[in-house]
């Protein structure tokens, strides 16, 4: 019978792991890609839309220090990140198509997402509530938790589900964050800018489809962004005209969001038609 020392048996059987740097040790699945970049970039102007928002608006509100510029400034710069927030999101999955994504390029957009198109926008609707006259702050407090379960709700859906022909299915959530925010700026009524959000929270639920901006429609996106920011610029430095070009800019944001699933629903039934043609054409040849 062989005796065998259990201490040298141990250190025969363990084998020290090579020392290797950290970052070549990371498996390449959780390294940060360019278009990761991007969605983080993202996440941190919802949570600046956030900061501005209860900094320049809320807080001066509560205190009594605040002015009416003050405010229009904050309010725009706040809106000018959540812009800023879509179009880093419209880039980020155009870089992921052109170069690479990590595996965690899906989680990590969703994530940005909730914040800067959920929380940010209901955050913003619930601040209008309790700052605007003639707002009731605890009836605004239920439109901003219905934005924002509309928008966990269209990301949960988007991330399990897929709409043929590579659309959209229910508003997208950066389009329905700006539409919500664009019906606040107008400031209407108190009841039918309840209504309107509510709408919209029902849109980026619904079965409606949307397009996804591609080629054209890309470079249309982009643009209007650009417009979208210059007219909040100048309502925000209170230019001339200031207040007719936000209007006009919120006035499209909300059109746009309405009449595009009409252009889409519009095709569709084309398409449907043309198909029933062929198939009659066919069976009668």
């Not at 970039?41 to 320049?56: D, I, P, S």
Request: net charge negative.
């Amino acid at each position: 019978m062989t005796v065998t020392d259990p201490s040298t048996s141990a250190d025969a059987q363990w084998v020290p792991e090579p020392a290797a740097d950290d970052d070549d040790d990371m498996p390449l699945s959780t390294r940060l890609s360019i278009a990761d970049t991007l969605t983080l970039a993202n996440a941190t102007c919802g949570f600046l839309a956030v900061y501005f928002t209860t900094t320049g608006v809320l807080m001066p509100h509560i205190t009594g220090e605040g002015d009416g510029g003050m405010a229009r400034h904050s309010a725009a710069t706040a809106v000018m990140l959540m812009l800023l927030a879509s179009v880093f999101d419209l880039f980020d999955g155009l870089v992921a198509r052109k170069l690479r994504s990590s595996a965690m390029g899906a989680e990590l957009d969703n994530l940005s997402d909730l914040i800067s198109f959920g929380l940010a926008p209901a955050y913003f609707v619930l601040v209008y509530g309790m700052v605007t006259e003639g707002a009731h702050e605890r009836i605004s407090a239920v439109a901003a938790v219905v934005v924002l379960l509309a928008v966990v709700l269209r990301l949960a859906r988007f991330s399990c589900t897929e709409v043929p022909g590579g659309g959209f299915q229910g508003l997208p959530s950066p389009f329905g964050a700006l539409t919500v925010i664009s019906v606040v700026l107008l400031e209407l009524p108190f009841i039918p800018t309840l209504l309107a959000i509510v709408g919209v929270a029902w849109l980026m639920v619904s079965r409606v489809e949307y397009p996804k901006p591609r080629g054209r429609l890309a470079l249309a996106t982009l643009i209007w962004a650009a417009i979208s920011m210059g007219c909040l610029a100048s309502w925000a430095l209170d230019a001339p005209g200031a207040q007719l070009l936000l209007q006009t800019g919120c006035s499209l944001q909300i059109v746009m969001a309405a009449v595009i699933p009409l252009f889409a629903t519009a095709r569709r039934v084309n398409a449907f038609r043309d198909n029933r043609r062929e198939a009659r054409a066919a069976a009668q040849g």
